[in-house]
């Protein structure tokens, strides 16, 4: 069964410090999202990307966030100089072209800012 | 109002038991409803979407009710391993997901 894959599983940074998160989403789907969901809270909706731009995004999502879809496969998050906030569970989504929008998670990426 | 409201619980039933949960919405713009199960530390997986006429998928039976605002989710015949935490989440017609916060379920033998 085809999954969305996500690297690192962990990733421990310094405030202050740049991270990329990587994902895969799966091969035929056309719509990618990032969530996060700080420990003991609920997940939140950070950005949807679909055709090379962002097509949503939450007040989250500010200028210290950036994302890509460098070629054909990969879809990363970039955070630029990380505060201790943003640590958190980081999820990458992706959803065919459906009606239901039916998404399906990667396993997430870890983030611990120290 | 908080966008997406559950009672977080616990629920603690025993294995074989019949266990519902409720969740209500308050963008009525809404459009599409789904249930999410979360286990600890994992990433949400899709249990099922909801569908304006509830839907079933096995020991899983879903409802709606666009009148009220409400979603809910049976589980027959309650396993082991439906331990975990529910999450109801709605789609406001744009394509971001809005999370409730959950409700645990534990299933004891």
């Keep these: 069964e085809p999954e969305v894959t996500q690297t690192p599983s962990h990733q421990v940074t310094q405030m202050g410090q740049e991270v990329i998160l990587r994902c895969v989403p799966i091969s035929n789907h056309l719509y990618f999202y990032w969530y996060r969901q700080i420990l003991g809270q609920k997940v939140e909706f950070l950005v949807s990307f679909y055709n090379n731009e962002i097509s949503e995004k939450s007040e989250i999502f500010d200028d210290q966030f950036s994302v890509e879809r460098p070629d054909g496969s990969n879809f990363t998050l970039k955070i630029r100089s990380t505060k201790l906030e943003d640590s958190a569970m980081y999820f990458c ?22 | 109002r908080k966008e997406v409201e559950q009672d977080p619980g616990p629920f603690n039933v025993p294995e074989g038991a ?31 979407s909801v569908y304006s006429s509830g839907n079933e998928d096995g020991r899983f039976t879903a409802q709606l009710n666009r009148a009220s605002q409400y979603i809910s989710l049976l589980i027959r015949d309650s396993k082991l391993s439906d331990s975990a935490t529910y999450l109801c989440v709605v789609n406001t017609g744009r394509r971001a997901l809005t999370f409730g916060s959950g409700t645990r379920l534990q299933v004891q033998p």
Excluded: I
């Design chain 2, 18 to 48: 019949t266990v519902a949960f409720n969740c209500t919405y308050s963008n009525s713009a809404s459009q599409s409803f789904f249930w999410y199960r979360q286990d600890c530390r994992k990433e949400p997986k899709l249990l099922m």
């Design chain 1, 93 to 114: 989504a992706s959803s065919e072209t459906s009606l239901y929008n039916e998404q399906f998670f990667g396993p997430g990426t870890r983030l611990t800012v120290l």
